[in-house]
């Protein structure tokens, strides 16, 4: 993406972003609450209009494109709040998942393999699984689509931290799959420990960007976000 900007009630929040993801990456995109990470992946995965700049995927423009096409295009979106159907099994959701297409027996492999636990709990309602389960169940519904770019906002979101720490154990697993990852997050050292590379945004700028091993020896990077005096 070039030159984006996106925001609300014609108030721009971030502002001259320019990012790449290379097929098969891990990218963070790194920052504190309120620096913009969300009203960016909304802007991405056409949730909210781009007021200036460039979104292309795939040689696909999605700059002007809806939610949907943007899905189409192979661009899966998981919020940090999950947005499961609670009241409907692990099963539903996954299925519901592939909407509109049936579910891929391949992809419900692969999503067993990532997460047992889920293949455990198949009949049980999404609404009832513990805070990581239901993380894991975000990022397997998004995979029954088989989109090229997993986006996930915040995937450590309200987990305890040995929670959040397996939930990017999962993470790691999944990369190796091949799967393309953005992931926005708080917990830098956690990002980082998957990355490829990432950016810094505050205040809805990019700041920073590097590969995950320069981030994470960047002395602004480590008093800032990594508790490094
Ligand atoms: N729906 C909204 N309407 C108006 N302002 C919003 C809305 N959502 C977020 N903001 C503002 O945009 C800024 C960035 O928020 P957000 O993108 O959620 O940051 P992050 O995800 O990095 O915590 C904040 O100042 C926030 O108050
Ligand atoms: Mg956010």
């Known amino acids: 993406m070039r030159g984006v900007a996106a925001g609300y009630l014609g108030e721009k929040v971030v502002e001259g972003i320019d990012l790449e993801v290379r097929a098969g990456e891990a990218v963070a995109i790194i920052g504190s609450n309120g620096a913009g990470k969300t009203t960016l ?24 494109l809806r939610a949907h096409r943007v899905a189409h295009a192979g661009v899966a979106y998981v919020p940090a709040e999950r947005h499961l159907f609670p009241a409907m099994t692990v099963k539903t959701n996954l ?42 169940l975000a990022v397997s519904r998004a995979l029954m689509a088989r989109p090229k770019l997993l986006m996930l906002d915040e995937p450590t ?52 960007e590097g590969t995950a091993k320069e981030l994470a020896h960047n002395p602004e990077v480590r008093r800032a976000y990594l508790g490094v005096a």
């Open 41 to 64: 992946f909304r802007a991405i995965a056409g949730l909210l209009p781009c007021a200036a700049g460039r979104v292309i995927f795939d040689e696909i423009d999605l700059t002007r």
């Open 95 to 136: 299925v519901l998942g592939a909407y509109p297409h049936r579910p891929h027996p391949e992809t419900l492999e692969l999503v067993f393999k990532l997460f047992p636990r889920l293949k455990e709990r198949m009949r049980q309602r999404a609404g009832t699984l513990s805070g990581g389960e239901q993380q894991m």
């Open 157 to 208: 979101s309200g987990l305890a931290p040995k929670i959040a720490k397996a939930a990017f154990g999962a993470l790691e697993r999944l990369k190796a799959t091949g799967v393309t990852l953005l992931i926005a997050e708080q917990q830098v050292p956690l990002a980082l420990s998957v990355a490829d590379r990432g950016y810094v945004l505050e205040n809805g700028r990019i700041r920073l």
